[in-house]
């Protein structure tokens, strides 16, 4: 399998403010990674493909301007939430697929935005 | 793209009853099924998965059956205990290895009571 580290467990940030969420695999050779948020009560929505060393794949109606995807290691990918508003509060999630297609998910980040 | 739709939205049981949760999917070039179960404010976690060249598969009290030409798969929970009770995903994904994107249903809410 694969362990994966996401970081911070929560932020809160004002309102035009940009943060940054970090997904990192520890003992698996990431070349793909995946965005998901989710809202409460709600299922698990694909954001974006974060792909090692070029740009990221982002999903129908996700702004590519807003959400940064990073993914400059084999080991580590960034999500950035820029010039965030209330709506853009959620749970932010990533997942490390493995060679077995069995995903990894880290811990989950939840961005309240205020 | 891949539709996956999940039923019920929310399940109770009693205790020591079985529970039961079904899927089903749209493309039927989706090869792989997780279920995931997630606690609040958690990361989901695999209970079990199957492939598409098994139709059933099973984990102690956790069972999974896969019909490919109805394109629908099944959770089956016996003897729930109340540690069961949390929230439910099922998933299908198309392709192999690192390059699978799963596609998650709406979610059961499972809750077992005394």
């Known amino acids: 399998g694969a362990v994966v580290s996401q970081h911070p467990s929560w932020v809160i940030c004002k309102s035009g403010t940009s943060v940054k969420i970090e997904c990192r695999s520890l003992d698996f050779q990431a070349t793909t990674m995946f965005w998901y948020r989710q809202f409460p009560k709600q299922s698990l929505m694909l954001m974006a493909t974060s792909n090692e060393g070029s740009k990221a794949t982002y999903e129908q109606g996700v702004e590519k301007d807003k959400f940064l995807i990073n993914h400059a290691s084999l080991t580590l990918s960034t999500l950035t939430v820029t010039s965030a508003h209330p709506e853009d509060s959620s749970f932010y999630i990533c997942?490390?697929?493995?060679?077995?297609?069995?995903?990894?998910f880290g811990q989950g980040t939840r961005l309240t935005v205020v | 793209g891949e539709n996956v739709e999940q039923h019920p939205s929310t399940l109770s049981v009693q205790e020591g009853d079985s529970a039961v949760i079904k899927c089903t999917y749209s493309d039927s070039a989706s090869n792989y099924f997780p279920w995931y179960k997630q606690e609040l404010g958690k990361r989901p976690q695999l209970i079990i998965d199957?492939?598409?060249?098994?139709g059933e598969k099973k984990d102690q009290r956790i069972a999974v059956t896969l019909n490919k030409t109805a394109k629908h798969f099944s959770l089956h929970i016996t003897e729930t205990q109340p540690e069961d009770s949390a929230v439910y995903f099922c998933a299908a994904s198309i392709g192999t290895g690192t390059a699978s994107k799963l596609t998650f249903g709406t979610g059961t809410r499972l809750q077992v009571t005394l």
């Open positions: 997942s490390v697929p493995t060679d077995n297609t069995e995903a990894f």
């Open positions: 199957i492939r598409s060249n098994v």
